[in-house]
């Protein structure tokens, strides 16, 4: 296993800084699973000095989180392919709360012939269903209740599909409503993508990702949902 805070894929402003860190716990968590090795590299060493070398998977990695993050999917491409370079693995896990970040990799993996299998796990989430991340500790308890209204607003958009809509206004409609009843959460994006190119889709022919970015105080939020049309849908 490896555990890295990748400093490239931070922009001006960013919470690199502050950016949660428990090497301790981390520690603790695989010698509890049976790790039997722990790549803990400095900056340094991923990024030694005089580097001029970047990856960068054009088209995906400037859409949505690319057009709010300038350069974080060029960061994300670039350790992940040195990541894979060092440790050699058979596969490498990523998340489904991240849908963007995991399908530029799969497409980098693909294009560069890179030997690896990419796994996409489903999200984990908490207890009220906000999706689990290590910025969810900057919430205060006042912004912890708002963002729960972010897996609800998802929730809502999966209702109406379950209902028959196909049309992309109204099924985003749908989630967006529930977090503009929350006065603590602000809306950067709230889209129904195409789940492979992530461009905006205007009806849900197939399956596609809804996905959204919620501002919550300082905390930024992801998610999505994968949404198939129902059966018999005009």
Known sequence: MSVFVNPTQFGPGEDLETYPRDQAADVDVCVAEDVDYLFLPE?????????????????LSDRLEGASRPGHFQGVATVVTKLLNIVGPHCAAFGQKDAQQAVIVQRM?????????IEVHP????????????????????????AAAVPRAL????RRVEEGETGAEKIVEAARTVIESQPLLRVDYVELVDRK????????EKEALLVLAIHCGTTRLLDNVLLAPTEGAA
């Open 43 to 59: 900056p340094e060493e991923i990024y030694p000095p005089g580097s001029l070398t970047h990856v960068k998977v054009d088209e």
């Open 109 to 117: 993996v693909e294009d560069l012939f890179l030997d690896v299998e």
């Open 123 to 146: 999200t984990v989430r908490e207890e009220d269903g906000l999706a689990l991340s290590s910025r969810n500790r900057f919430l205060s308890e006042e912004e912890r209740t708002a």
């Open 155 to 158: 929730e809502a958009a999966q």
């Open 197 to 204: 190119q992530f461009t905006s889709i205007d009806a849900l």
